[in-house]
């Protein structure tokens, strides 16, 4: 059965470290893959995405690798700040403009 | 940039009554929208796809009857939730590509919180 899986419901960590979340996917053959922020009662908001022949996409802290072996994503904050802390979404798309979700990563900077 | 607004925002209504949700682009067009429906500490699922000028189309499992779906302009979708029950309260969100962006980038409303007494 196909599957999205984002490694852990929620993530602590200490203000200033780098947070790491994973996306694995199974049965997808996705050509791009996505990173949404989410905030409590609030749509997702667009991060960053990044195509199968790419290996890493940077934007200001953010880093995202895909590998289209593993059918994993990694998503990294450097130098995380409290403001990050939110729900953090991967997307896989699956045909034209049709996406599917993780479930999400909760993620909590702590000063 | 884009952006994508949703009314209500929140809204309770009484079993069996129907709730319309709107969805609006409100400084672009769109021939789709998508609606998805989140519970809590879960991921969006899509409901349905939302063309205008056409026939929405449902994902499995979706009841067309039930979810009815209009999409009467280029900037307005509507999701109307007929004959509600508490197991229909969720936070619903609709997004739109944004044409001429790289892979269509979505935007997403700020989502509409339902609760069925």
């Known amino acids: 059965s196909q599957k999205i899986e984002q490694n852990s419901e929620a993530l602590n960590i200490q203000e200033g470290k780098t947070a790491t979340l994973t996306c694995n996917y199974t049965?997808?053959?996705?050509?791009?893959l996505q990173w949404y922020r989410q905030d409590p009662g609030r749509g997702p908001v667009f991060l960053l995405l990044?195509?199968?022949?790419?290996k890493e996409k940077r934007k200001e802290r953010l880093k995202v690798t895909f590998d289209t072996t593993l059918k994993q994503s990694l998503f990294h904050i450097t130098a995380s700040q409290p403001a990050d802390s939110a729900t953090y979404l991967c997307?896989?798309?699956?045909?034209?403009?049709?996406?599917?979700f993780g479930a999400g990563t909760r993620l909590t900077v702590k000063p | 940039g884009a952006v994508v607004s949703q009314h209500p925002s929140r809204v309770i209504c009484k079993s069996g009554t129907s709730v319309k949700i709107e969805c609006r682009s409100l400084?672009?067009?769109?021939?789709?929208m998508f609606w998805y429906r989140q519970f809590p500490k879960q991921s969006l699922m899509l409901m349905a796809t939302?063309?205008?000028?056409?026939?929405?189309?449902?994902e499995q499992g979706v009841e067309k009857d039930k979810f009815l779906i209009n999409h009467a302009s280029l900037t307005l979708s509507t999701l109307t939730v007929t004959s509600a029950h508490p197991e229909d309260s969720s936070f619903y969100i609709c997004?739109?590509?944004?044409?001429?962006?790289?892979?269509?980038?979505?935007?997403f409303g700020p989502g509409t919180r339902l609760t069925v007494l």
């Open positions: 400084d672009f067009q769109a021939t789709t």
């Open positions: 049965n997808y053959s996705p050509a791009y």
């Open positions: 997004s739109a590509p944004l044409a001429g962006t790289p892979y269509n980038e979505q935007f």
């Open positions: 997307a896989l798309d699956i045909s034209f403009n049709d996406m599917r």
């Open positions: 939302s063309n205008e000028g056409s026939k929405a189309t449902y």
């Open positions: 990044i195509r199968e022949n790419e």
